[in-house]
């Protein structure tokens, strides 16, 4: 199965710029999607396609990468940021998801 | 407006069954792919099972394949999840959500707001 790392936590304050990364433990092309999950909800889709920014999700967010690195930057950083941030690739059988990284806002 | 709404969750025994469902509404249900994803307490998310628009071809992860069977009826909307011979690792929120094709690959762009399952005696 492909697995994919992603860092546990991040700590930033409102108004900075941070990247979330992803490494895929073999290519997933541009076959990677992120979702952002807030305590006692499901995971919202962000960015399809690597790139893509899902309709109706702000432009703050954006995504980055092919084949085994992968990106998240969200900038600036708003205090509803704070969420766990997933990514997930569908290129390769099965789908699978990383471990999630927890975003705090100091 | 898509809406996805689980049903069906509970405290089962290791050992026996429990079905899942789903019911869709706000789009043409016939027309996607559906799937199951699911989340271990204070876990990450595992993909446990996909469906094909007719219902004739499904998928599994070798974790749960001969023992979680995936089912739709698009008369009504509604997708199922049977699940046989529960174990405690099957202990989990799962969420109904609708895959998406874009070009090569397909990605899940609603979900539903999750059930519980909890596997003890």
């Known amino acids: 199965d492909t697995v994919l790392t992603q860092s546990p936590a991040l700590a930033v304050s409102p108004g900075e710029r941070v990247t979330i990364s992803c490494r895929a433990s073999?290519?997933?092309?541009?076959?990677m999607h992120w979702y952002q999950q807030k305590p006692g909800q499901q995971p919202k889709l962000l960015i399809y396609?690597?790139?893509n920014l899902e309709s109706g999700v702000p432009a703050r967010f954006s995504g980055s990468g092919s084949g085994t690195d992968f990106t998240l930057t969200i900038d600036p950083v708003e205090a509803d940021d704070t969420a766990t941030y997933f990514c997930?690739?569908?290129?390769?059988?099965?789908?699978?998801f990383g471990a999630g990284t927890k975003l705090e806002l100091k | 407006e898509v809406q996805l709404v689980e049903s069906g969750g509970g405290l089962v025994q290791p050992g026996r069954s429990l079905k899942l469902s789903c019911a869709a509404s706000?789009?043409?249900?016939?027309?996607?792919?559906m799937a199951w994803v699911r989340q271990a307490p204070k876990k990450g998310l595992e993909w446990v099972a996909t469906?094909?628009?007719?219902?004739?071809?499904?998928y599994y992860p070798d974790s749960v394949k001969g023992r979680f069977t995936i089912s739709r009826d698009n008369a009504k909307s509604s997708l199922y999840l049977q699940m046989n011979s529960l174990k405690s690792e099957d202990t989990a929120t799962y969420y109904c959500?609708?895959?998406?094709?874009?070009?090569?690959?397909?990605?899940?762009?609603?979900w539903g707001q999750g059930v519980m399952v909890t596997v003890s005696s």
């Open positions: 997930q690739q569908s290129w390769n059988d099965p789908y699978t």
């Open positions: 959500a609708r895959p998406t094709r874009d070009g090569t690959y397909y990605y899940f762009d609603y």
């Open positions: 706000g789009f043409t249900f016939s027309n996607y792919y």
């Open positions: 073999e290519s997933v092309s541009t076959g």
């Open positions: 396609g690597a790139s």
């Open positions: 469906i094909s628009t007719s219902g004739s071809r499904t």
